[in-house]
């Protein structure tokens, strides 16, 4: 692997990508999961889809990701790494952030079907098709794909709120 006597550098994948596919795979083997292999799929009303899908992603977070992400990945935020302020919170706010966590996933998971609406909206008056088709059903590479990209605009937002607020403090 020497090139004229030096060693070829490698492009290594981050670690952030790293993580980010595996809540991408997380979200779309949940929607599989909960939206093919439940009811919840094949009901009208999609309160309910959007209810459990979200609450079954935040448990799915909770229990298997964050363990995993955590331990296997430098997570990088606002440019330090944020593994070790995850080992290191109080009960209370261990609590308080998996609350949150589940929130924030049905969140997400209402935006994604938002967007789905919306899509199959736009065919359907593009075409001259009745309101109740379906031109785009969910599925779950789309799903996750959008999941990840609504996680990303969120989390950035938050990053830079908090961002703003300690530049504040320190003036």
């Known amino acids: ?4 006597g030096e060693q070829r550098k490698r492009k290594r994948i981050s670690d952030n990508v ?14 599989f999961f909960i939206g093919f292999g439940t009811q919840m799929g094949a009901f009208q009303d999609p309160v309910d889809l959007v209810f ?3 609450v079954g992603i935040g448990l799915v977070t909770i229990c298997i990701y964050n363990p995993i992400a955590y331990a296997v990945f430098d997570i990088k935020r606002r440019g330090e790494i944020v593994n070790q302020k ?6 209370w706010q261990n609590a308080a952030l998996k609350l949150a966590e589940i929130f924030k996933n049905i969140f997400l998971v209402a935006l994604v079907y938002l967007t789905y609406q919306g899509i199959n909206l736009l065919f359907n008056q593009m075409r001259g098709l009745s309101m109740d088709t379906v031109s ?4 779950p590479f789309g799903f996750a794909t959008l999941y990840l990209l609504y996680y990303q605009v969120v989390m950035g937002l938050k990053d830079t709120i908090v961002q703003a ?3 504040g403090q320190n003036e």
Do not use: D
């Open 136 to 139: 785009v059903p969910g599925e």
């Open 86 to 91: 995850y080992y290191q919170r109080k009960g």
């Open 52 to 54: 459990f899908l979200g």
């Open 18 to 31: 790293k993580a980010g596919i595996l809540r991408w795979w997380i979200a779309g083997m949940c929607y």
């Open 165 to 167: 607020q300690k530049g």
């Open 1 to 4: 692997m020497k090139k004229n």
